[in-house]
């Protein structure tokens, strides 16, 4: 607590990397931007640093030392001249209207200017705000392990998703099932605008604020619409988001990533995956999977997500309404999601297999094969990454397949698969096919149990593990020889990991 009385409050003069500060969305006003401070931690401690995004932003390399940068992303030092604010929204939760939700621990300080980009840095965990309703405006320790490191690891796939900046500790306790320690998130993201916010304006009937809400979404995060004047310019939002969000429900099943909280308001405009909770990526593969233990209906298992990402987007449609003429054109937009999911998934799984072209019956393989490794809970990843080798050893090998083959308990019901896979794929180019697949399956993710591991590393006060993972899946397609282990597959008590909403 020592800094906090050498600088009761910061001017962004006295950072420098912070000259560059601007409103971002908080230009909105307080409709939209409730100011708030952030209240303090004791004591706290470097988690996790991610220093390929702290490059990325142009921040100077010796941030993790500046005892202002630490105490700045915990909560700690207030900016004089940039008040952090909360922001409200609503949203459906688990199917059900929730009403007012809002930012109910995260912060968001201003928008930095970078070289990739105006980005709004937000703080998860930094103490109460007007939209706490009854929680403490907290985050653990363990929780903010998992979305640092699961934020990075879409990145480093290549899937849309906020960003996370660091991880700081406190010994400061935060009451859960248990009683853990807090810490706060730094996440970075062009806009944390949800499907949320736009619901919670048009519900209540404050239409000049959807307008002026969804004007600027468009103005700064979709200026190819910025020309199209009136309903016209919302029906193409809709459209928009609806492709964006095709495309992320495509990349989130071709890699087996379940969200668990698919809710309205954890779906970003910007289609970026958002709010990671209770998530899992698939270790045996298993369509009905449900990764948040408190889904007891199994709303968001992970073959149904495609299906509630359209119904989110009707919630979306909807409280456009107000700002669209016709119904049809809006109906159109939506619709759109039915081409678009399907062609971005058929696409992801033709590069998954290395196909080339398209070809009428690539759905019927792909879905016999998810069919024949469900039935044997075969491990996701694993096979992938262990087909593309065969694929390219096959131009040498003739037994190239064995340990592919060696995943399935119904060997037969894999020869049949293989030997049509083998005859779609062709016999020329195999290693040119096999090194594309190699970059498109990755070989590292981040499953339950390696997260687990680096918790319990954290919480003993070691964070070796926490900055390993980070580099390790920053580059989820390369060879890591250290870390061989850590593509293996998930040992037997990773399955009795439970995740719930509880972070
Ligand atoms: P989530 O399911 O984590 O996306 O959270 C749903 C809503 O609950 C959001 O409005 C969050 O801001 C809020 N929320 C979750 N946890 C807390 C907490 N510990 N304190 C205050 N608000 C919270
Ligand atoms: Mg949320």
Redo the contacts with the bound molecule.
């Keep these: 607590m020592g800094l906090m009385l050498h600088h009761p409050a910061l001017s962004t003069a006295d950072l420098p990397w912070l000259h560059v500060f601007e409103a971002g969305f908080a230009h909105l006003g307080e409709t939209f931007a409730t100011p708030t401070e952030p209240t303090p931690l004791p004591a706290a401690y470097w988690v996790g640093c991610n220093d390929a995004l702290r490059e990325a932003l142009g921040l100077p390399s010796d941030l993790w030392e500046q005892l202002e940068a630490m105490a700045l992303f915990t909560g700690n030092l207030p900016l004089r001249d940039h008040p952090s604010y909360a922001s409200v929204?609503s949203?459906h939760?688990f199917g059900q209207w929730a009403g007012q939700?809002?930012?109910?621990?995260?912060l968001n300080l201003g928008a930095l200017q970078t070289p990739i980009g105006l980005q709004e840095l937000q703080l998860k965990?930094a103490g109460?705000?007007p939209?706490?309703?009854?929680?403490?405006?907290?985050?653990v320790l363990r929780s903010s392990i998992r979305e640092f490191l699961a934020s990075e690891a879409m990145h480093g796939l290549g899937i849309p998703t906020t960003r996370a900046l660091c991880v700081t500790g406190s010994p400061a306790h935060v009451r859960r099932e248990d009683i853990e320690t807090a810490a706060v998130v730094t996440r970075v993201a062009p806009s944390f605008v949800r499907f949320g916010h736009f619901e919670h304006f048009s519900s209540n009937g404050q239409i000049d604020a959807l307008r002026i809400l969804a004007d600027h979404v468009v103005t700064a995060h979709f200026p190819a619409l910025q020309h199209k004047k009136g309903s016209e310019r919302y029906v193409d939002l809709l459209h928009e988001v609806t492709q964006r969000t095709a495309v992320l429900m495509a990349q989130w099943q071709a890699v087996g990533f379940c969200h668990g909280?698919m809710?309205t308001?954890?779906m970003s405009v910007l289609g970026l995956t958002l709010?990671y909770?209770p998530y899992q990526y698939l270790d045996g593969f298993d369509a009905n999977h449900i990764c948040n233990h408190s889904d007891h209906q199994g709303r968001y298992a992970y073959a149904r997500q495609p299906q509630i990402a359209y119904w989110n987007l009707f919630c979306l449609g909807q409280a456009l309404m107000p700002l669209i003429d016709e119904q049809a054109p809006a109906l159109a937009a939506l619709e759109g999601y039915k081409q678009a999911f399907p062609a971005a998934m058929d696409q992801g799984m033709r590069h998954k297999l290395g196909l080339q072209g398209t070809h009428h019956g690539d759905r019927a393989l792909v879905e016999d094969l998810l069919q024949a490794m469900q039935q044997d809970r075969v491990d996701y990843t694993v096979f992938w990454r262990r087909l593309s080798l065969a694929v390219r050893e096959s131009a040498n090998s003739t037994h190239a397949f064995a340990p592919v083959r060696d995943l399935f308990m119904h060997r037969e019901v894999f020869d049949a698969w293989c030997k049509r896979y083998l005859e779609r794929l062709g016999s020329s180019h195999r290693q040119a096919a096999g090194d594309a697949m190699l970059r498109t399956n990755p070989k590292y993710i981040l499953r339950n149990h390696l997260g687990e591991l680096a918790i319990r590393q954290a919480k003993q006060g070691n964070f070796a593990m926490v900055q390993e993972l980070l580099h390790v899946l920053h580059a989820p397609f390369d060879e890591h020889p250290t870390h061989e282990a850590w593509a293996g597959l998930a040992p037997e008590w990773a399955s009795s990991i439970e995740i719930s909403?509880s972070?």
């Design positions: 929204y949203g939760q939700l809002g930012d109910g621990r995260a965990g109460p705000t939209f706490s309703r009854r929680g403490d405006g907290r985050a909280v809710n308001d954890n709010d909770g909403c972070s």
